[in-house]
Structure formats: C-alpha cells, structure tokens
C-alpha cells in the first residue's frame, strides 16, 4: 500500500473546495465577497442609481455622463450586483443611460425590473429615459413591475429641443413625452419628468404645460459641469455654452414656483447626493469635479466600493431623497 501526504498548502485548498462544495450541496446562500469586506462606510445604499448603459441616441450638449464606453454587463452578472446591493440594505433602484432602452437594452432592462420587483422585492423600481424609445408593448410586458417613470424634457418648443441636441430626425420629442406620459397613465406607473435648465431654455415659462402633464414630480436640474464628461479636453462634450450661474438658475425657480410637484437641485444639491453606478457597477465620486470609479462591487463587495463613492447622505435628505417611492404609497397618500 503506498501513502501520498499532502503539504500544507494543497490541504488547506481542498479542505476549502470541499467546504463550498458542501454548502452548495445542501442549499446554504454563500455571500459573495464578504471575506473582503472588512472596511465600513457606514452607509446603507438605499437608493442607487444604476447608469447601466453610457450609449444614446441623443446628443444633448450639455450631458454629464457620455457615451464613453459601449459595455454593458451581461444580465446574468447584473443581477448578482443587484442582489449584493439588495444584501447592503437598497429599497430604490433607478435604471438610467445612456438611454436604457435602446435596442438590445430594452429588454435587458425589462428583465432587470421584473427580477428587483419579483425576486429582490424591492419597493421602488424606477427609470430614467429620454423617452424616444419607448413603446406601449414594453409597457404591456413591464409595466407592472416599475413604480416610476421619468422623462427628460427641458422645452415645449421643439425647436429649442433641436438646439440643446434632445431629438431624433422622425420624432416629434414632445408628442413622443404625452405618450409615455399616457402609457403610464393606462398602465399604472407614475410618471415623472427631468429638467435641466441651461442657457437656451432658462427664460421659457412652463407653467401651463407641466400642470397639463401633471407629473408625480418635476426634477428642475442646473446644468451641471464635470471634468471628463463635458468639460475639459478628455470630455466628449463641451457644455460651456449651456452652463448658468446659480442667480439664473433661481430666476427660473421663481417664474415655476406655484407648480406644486416642481423639485428643484442646484449643482450644489446634485453633485454629492447621488449613488451612482456606472456600466461596470463601480460607485463614481463627483466630489472634485469629475467622476472618479471605485472598483466593482463584483470585485471588492458593496462596503468597499462604498468608501469610495463621495455620497454626501445629509444633502441626499436634505434635497429630498426620501420620498414616496412605490405607487402603492402613491395610491394610498390621499
């Protein structure tokens, strides 16, 4: 009979292996990542906001976060960063662009909706999108698992929307908005809408229009400036000639100040008051006046991305964050 002794190295590895074999066997959810989590933010990531796609079929010129990558994660991999994000305490998810529903994205972002409604049971599922793309098909497949909608529109005088870049050739922007608004309506989704104000529409007054539409609520932005995006000489716009100075930006707010759904944020409000992740699930810190990445939550776990975000959590409440973020609770506020 001969003997084969192992040294310590090989029987460490496979006394390992057979560890996680066996917890899989028999059903135990390992934690992905936990053994590296051994800093703490002390952040809980209630509300993310996951850019998961940078390509857009607009060129809006004063857009903070370009086209500079064409990768998306596969659905698969997305949703392990979801659920680790659902493990970290996120209530709220936000699918943003890029424009989330482009072709090969639309139905990656339905999927992505239904599994945080119906296996993460998150209480709100929202997205952000330009709105061109959109039809009541996808409605008629998803609908029922997003909580809001929202829409970025900043003119109702479509030549204006020509000028800041927010149109394509055979679409009218504001009729394509009254139908998304409507699919909302029929399908039981809230329906909000995106401003930002810059130089081309900081006179308009949009008064009667936005209490026509009546969304849920009117995000009012400044225009905002980040090194990379679309400012400086690496960025791939240039958003100079959009840019307004805070007195502008209050002269707009105060025209619009008897529309009760208006919620307005300064770049001041804005900049640090968001959880954003990119295409690569890395939290982006906008503190210096760009946007620096951590490294993936697929990689280091949501604790140690989280060091690295720059989320300011006091302005995050302070411009109103915490609201009410289900159409359940829409439906029973009154």
């Known amino acids: 009979m001969e003997f084969y002794f192992l040294d310590f190295d090989e029987t460490v590895i496979i006394l390992s292996m057979s560890l996680l074999l066996t917890l899989f066997f028999y059903g135990k959810q390992i934690q992905p990542f936990k053994c590296f989590e051994s800093a703490h933010s002390g952040i809980v990531p209630k509300s993310v906001n996951y850019h998961f796609t940078r390509k857009c079929n607009y060129e809006c010129g004063f ?4 086209a500079k990558t064409s990768f998306m994660l596969n659905l698969e991999t997305a949703k392990l960063g979801l659920q680790l994000l ?5 209530e709220k998810i936000n699918f943003s662009g890029g424009e989330p529903f482009l072709p090969q994205r639309g139905r990656h972002l339905g999927e992505m909706v239904k599994y945080c409604k119906t296996v993460l049971n998150l209480p709100s599922v929202s997205i952000v999108s330009n709105g061109s793309l959109i039809s009541e098909k996808w409605f008629q497949t998803y609908g029922q698992f997003v909580d809001i909608m929202a829409v970025s529109c900043d003119s109702f005088n479509e030549d204006t929307n020509k000028t800041i870049g927010r149109y394509q050739s055979n679409k ?3 009729e394509q908005l009254l139908r998304v608004r ?12 995106n401003t930002v104000v810059n ?3 900081k006179d308009e007054d949009m008064n009667e229009e936005i209490l026509n539409i009546n969304p849920v609520r009117w995000k009012v932005f400044q225009c905002l400036l980040l090194e990379g995006e679309n400012a400086g000489p690496d960025a791939l716009r240039n958003a100079e000639r959009f840019y ?3 007195a502008t930006f209050e002269k707009f707010l105060e025209r619009h100040k008897h529309v009760g759904c208006l919620v307005p944020e300064s770049n001041t409000k804005m900049q640090n008051s968001y959880l954003i992740l990119d295409e690569y699930m890395r939290f982006l810190d906008c503190t210096g006046g760009s946007k620096v990445p951590s490294k993936s939550i697929l990689d280091i776990g949501v604790e140690n991305a989280l060091l690295f975000s720059g989320f300011d959590e006091a302005m995050f409440k302070k411009r109103g964050g915490f609201y009410k973020w289900s159409k359940e609770a829409e439906k029973y506020s009154w």
């Not at 857009?63 to 370009?66: A, G, V």
């Open 244 to 246: 307004i100075d805070d």
């Open 182 to 193: 409507n699919w909302c309506h029929d399908y039981n989704v809230l329906f909000k809408l």
């Open 199 to 201: 130089t081309y529409n």
């Open 63 to 66: 857009c903070f976060h370009t």
């Open 86 to 90: 659902k493990n970290a305490g996120m």
């Open 172 to 174: 009218n922007h504001i």
